[in-house]
Structures are given as C-alpha cells and as structure tokens.
C-alpha cells in the first residue's frame, strides 16, 4: 500500500494565515472611516455652531430684541442661544457638546451679546475649541458684528 496519496486541501496552519491576512485587509479601510466620521462630525458641529450664531444675529437686528451666545464650561460642556428676557423664547436653546470629540478649552463662563438693531456686540473676543481634528478659535469682530471660526496652527 502506498502512503504518498494525500488529499488536497489546506492546513490549519495555512487556513490561519489566510485569515489573517483578510482580516488586516479588511481593518485599514475601518481605520480611514473612523478619521472621516470624526472629520464630519465636527464640520456638522462648526456649521450647526455658526448657524445658531447667525439665527440670534440676525433676531437681534429684525426684531429689535437683544441677543446672547453663552459658553458654559464644565461637566458638560455646551452653548447656550437665548433671547435676552424671555424664559420660553422659540429660539432659546442649548447646544452640548459631546463629550471627547469637541470641548471648550479653558474654563471661564463668557457671554457675548448682539444688540438689538444693530447686532453688533460689545467687546471683541475669542473662544477656543479643542476637537479630536484639532485646536478651533471662534472670533468676534468688534462692531461688524461679525464673527470666524478658524483652525489654529498645531503647536
């Protein structure tokens, strides 16, 4: 009887490796994904930020009714819209942000705002973002009213 016959077929070892292999391949596609899910959630806050930003402006100025963006450290972190001396204004509300993809840096309480008529704010000011895609400034242009949101160079 001749032993030399074998079956074709793979070896645990060789079926091992193949799995291997497909799964590294597999892996650095979720890696880049990750990277831009981050990108586009801190372009969506940024953009949902300047929006609200502009909707209380532009309030301001329209309806003759003064208007204020208030950046609350702390344990949770958020920015506050509101109409100045209505509890319950449609517009009134809160923008948290997320915890360990966006953060405000530093941890004093600030207000800016817009006054009715003109909305134009009364001091010239900066607020710093920090995001998983970097370090953000939002700035405050004194009498133009208006403002930019920038990346800050890395340090």
Not at 8 to 21: P, Q, R, V, Y
Not at 28 to 40: E, F, Q, R, Y
Not at 123 to 146: I, K
């Amino acid at each position: 009887m001749d032993m030399k016959t074998r079956e074709a077929g793979f070896t645990l070892i060789e079926s091992i490796l193949l799995l291997m292999i497909t799964a590294s391949l597999l892996l650095v596609p979720m890696l880049s994904i990750n990277k831009m899910i981050d990108s586009i959630q801190t372009d969506l806050f940024f953009r949902e930020l300047t929006s609200n930003i502009t909707l209380m402006q532009n309030h301001a100025i329209l309806n003759g009714e003064t208007t204020s963006v208030q950046f609350v450290p702390g344990a949770v972190d958020q920015v506050r819209f509101r109409v100045n001396n209505q509890t319950t204004h449609p517009l009134n509300r809160e923008l948290k942000l997320e915890n360990g993809l966006y953060e405000l840096r530093g941890r004093e309480y600030s207000t800016f705002s817009f006054a009715r008529d003109t909305g134009n704010i009364s001091q010239a000011n900066t607020r710093a973002f920090r995001t998983t895609q970097g370090d953000y400034e939002l700035t405050y242009w004194l009498g133009s009213g208006r403002f930019e949101i920038t990346k800050t160079a890395d340090k």
